[in-house]
């Protein structure tokens, strides 16, 4: 079963950059079938699907977020990363990196891991 | 962009309710929709996907209707466990989740 562990800094300063990179294991991030996403979870506030990455390394991002976004894949290290610049106390949330999987029935976020949550403050 | 709207934002419920939950697209699409139940301070977990398919493992109390802009997600028979937050997120163009509706006890 595919486990994935989100890890970065749970503070950074506003303009700074949030980095964070989710960790892949039980399952190849190579794979076809997938693709490979951030989402993150304001305070008290519903979900924002922030962008996704296939094994390729074609991605998608939110466009609200589009000038700010960075998202690569490293299938050497079965990670992939989020790259956030410029952040305000509005980035502020728990950020999530999830497996999406897609076939002719489906598309939906199956695997998520457990959240990171991540502060802008100065 | 497509927008996602739900309705309502929340509700109190009993135990043995039925409850409806509607999600409105801005634009058609198709059933390219999928709705996911999330706890406190847990991850969310996708219950209906393709409008009306039920995940596998989950309770047939779920069910889940509805193409091209408007949706409706229902709970026949409410059980403790379903007091939870739940949202829909189209995949017909990128990603869009929708605002939630927050059910808890009446």
């Known amino acids: 079963q595919v486990h994935l562990e989100e890890s970065g800094p749970g503070l950074v300063k506003p303009l700074q950059t949030l980095s964070l990179t989710c960790t892949v294991s039980?399952?190849?991030?190579?794979?076809?079938?997938?693709?490979w996403s951030w989402i993150r979870q304001l305070p008290g506030k519903g979900l924002e699907w922030i962008g996704y990455?296939?094994?390729?390394?074609?991605?998608f991002h939110n466009p609200s977020l589009q000038s700010r976004l960075s998202i690569s894949i490293d299938k050497s290290k079965n990670q992939f990363s989020l790259s956030l610049s410029s952040v305000t106390a509005a980035d502020t949330a728990v950020y999530y990196c999830?497996?999406?999987?897609?076939?002719?029935?489906?598309?939906?976020?199956?695997?998520w891991g457990q959240g990171a949550r991540v502060s802008v403050s100065s | 962009d497509i927008q996602m709207t739900q309705s309502p934002s929340s509700l109190s419920a009993s135990v043995g309710d039925r409850v409806t939950i509607t999600c409105q697209a801005s634009?058609?699409?198709?059933?390219?929709l999928n709705w996911y139940q999330q706890k406190p301070g847990k991850v969310p977990q996708v219950l209906i996907y393709?409008?009306?398919n039920l995940a596998p493992g989950v309770p047939s109390r779920f069910s889940g209707s509805g193409s091209g802009t408007d949706f409706t997600f229902t709970i026949s028979f409410l059980q403790p466990e379903d007091f939870a937050t739940y949202y829909c997120?189209?995949?017909?163009?990128?990603?869009?989740f929708g605002p939630g509706t927050k059910v808890d006890i009446k």
């Open positions: 999830a497996r999406g999987v897609y076939d002719s029935h489906r598309n939906i976020f199956d695997s």
């Open positions: 039980g399952g190849s991030i190579s794979r076809g079938g997938y693709y």
């Open positions: 990455i296939y094994y390729t390394g074609r991605s």
């Open positions: 634009q058609d699409i198709t059933t390219n």
């Open positions: 393709d409008a009306s």
């Open positions: 997120q189209q995949y017909e163009d990128l990603v869009t």
